[in-house]
């Protein structure tokens, strides 16, 4: 699960990393009171930054620092009259619904900070750079070197040595050594505690020396978490932070139905239970040269109602150029499939190629109410095995 930077940095200030204060603001109104706020509290500078659950927004236009009120209104006006497009969003872009309007900082050096599971060592990891900011892809494609990285330990975590080792090799000096050092162990720390899958500072801030602080002060100005989605039922306030309008709204409706459905970036809509049969349909696909379009597992024991919702949701994605079937009927039976599949040929029509496969339970029943429905659906095409299936929606689709 997603989180927004809004609430990301809420965990970190819980955490004790030093963190700007802000408000969140929905309108144009708020957000000008807020920069009011920030002003009035004697700070110089007024964040306004778009909460979507994407990153690269920096580089769109979507974090504007200003120095005034009226620099705040046109930079809110403008983020909640535009979608934000980035490398990062669909290429329709992300209609923005919410602002962080929270106080700035002057920046002498921005650092990149984050831990993450590094299945290869199955060991978390921290991994650092001097050379954080909006460039970090930039930088880890073309000069990895420039990246550090620390395993965590198991059991212990980050020790406190490895995180002043690590403050060192980052060019900390000084005042900041210690400062930096404690805001590693402290992110360390709430990636475990959270059940985090990410969390991550970039940029973590040095601002310029001054009188009280000739060492500068490190500070974090935006984060980005993601959480285990198995771990939400003990992670409470976590769960908490679900904003259902940033998810996929099939995603959502597919979940209310019970399905676990996944939209991904090819074709051929595939409609299959069981999860290790979804995964070895989706390598046929690939295998034979077909692209899916989507995961989506109606699961053991579907009804007819959810099964139809699975079609409709799949033939809703305009990309979806035809649909493969594959369903063995163990607790569910053939048959209810193939009512599915015509009581859904019927409210939702199939205007795209469709294959089925069927195999198990009341199969022979299921072959029945499929043929006796032919006409009602001119673009089905019934397969005798897992290959065969992929051939054939790949033959009817085109190769990806
Ligand atoms: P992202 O592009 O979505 O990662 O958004 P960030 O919150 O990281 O902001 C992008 C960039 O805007 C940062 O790397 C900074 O260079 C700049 N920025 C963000 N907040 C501040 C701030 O408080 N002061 C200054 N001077 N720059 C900021
Ligand atoms: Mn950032």
């Not at 992670?235 to 597919?254: L, M, S, T």
């Not at 809703?316 to 859904?344: E, H, K, Q, W, Y």
Request: aromatic content about 6%; charged content about 20%; hydrophobic content about 45%.
């Amino acid at each position: 699960m997603r989180v927004h930077e809004f609430q990301a940095r809420q965990l970190l200030a819980e955490a004790g990393v030093p963190v700007p204060t802000g408000g969140v603001a929905t309108s144009v109104h708020e957000a000008v009171q807020a920069a009011e706020g920030v002003f009035a509290a004697g700070g110089s500078i007024a964040v306004v930054k778009a909460q979507v659950h994407a990153g690269g927004r920096g580089k769109a236009g979507f974090v504007k620092v200003c120095r005034s009120v009226d620099e705040a209104r046109s930079a809110a006006e403008f983020m909640l009259s535009h979608r934000m497009v980035s490398p990062q969003t669909p290429p329709e872009g992300l209609e923005v619904k919410r602002l962080l309007v929270a106080s700035g900082v002057d920046i002498a050096k921005e650092f990149y900070v984050a831990v993450l599971t590094d299945r290869g060592s199955r060991r978390n990891v921290l991994i650092a750079s001097a050379e954080g900011g909006v460039d970090i892809e930039h930088v880890a494609a073309t000069r990895p070197e420039a990246i550090l990285k620390q395993p965590l330990d198991p059991v212990a975590g980050l020790h406190p040595f490895a995180a002043r080792l690590l403050a060192f090799r980052l060019g900390f000096t000084g005042k900041a050594v210690n400062q930096a050092a404690d805001i590693l162990l402290k992110l360390a720390r709430t990636f475990v505690q959270k059940d985090a899958t990410l969390a991550e500072i970039n940029p973590l801030v040095l601002t310029p020396a001054s009188r009280d602080h000739p060492d500068g002060q490190v500070i974090a100005i935006d984060a980005k978490f993601t959480f285990d989605d198995n771990a939400l039922f003990r992670q409470k306030q976590v769960e908490a932070f679900f904003d259902p309008a940033e998810e996929n709204p099939a995603e959502i409706r597919a979940h209310a139905f019970g399905l676990s459905y996944v939209a991904l970036n090819g074709t051929i809509g595939c409609l299959v239970n069981g999860a290790g049969l979804a995964m070895s349909t989706m390598d046929l696909v690939k295998l034979h040269g077909g692209e899916p379009a989507n995961f989506l597992d109606v699961g053991g024991g579907a009804s007819e109602e959810a099964v139809t919702e699975a079609f409709r949701i799949i033939l809703s994605d305009p990309r979806v150029n035809g649909v493969l079937v594959n369903i063995f009927g163990g607790i569910m039976p053939c048959d209810r499939i193939a009512r599915a599949i015509i009581a859904s040929a019927k409210s939702v029509g199939f205007q795209v190629p469709l294959v089925v496969r069927l195999e198990g339970t009341n199969v022979h029943e299921a072959r029945r109410l499929l043929e006796s429905a032919r006409t009602e659906m001119p673009t089905m095409q019934t397969a005798w095995d897992l290959t065969d299936a992929a051939r054939r929606i790949v033959a009817a689709v085109g190769r990806a």
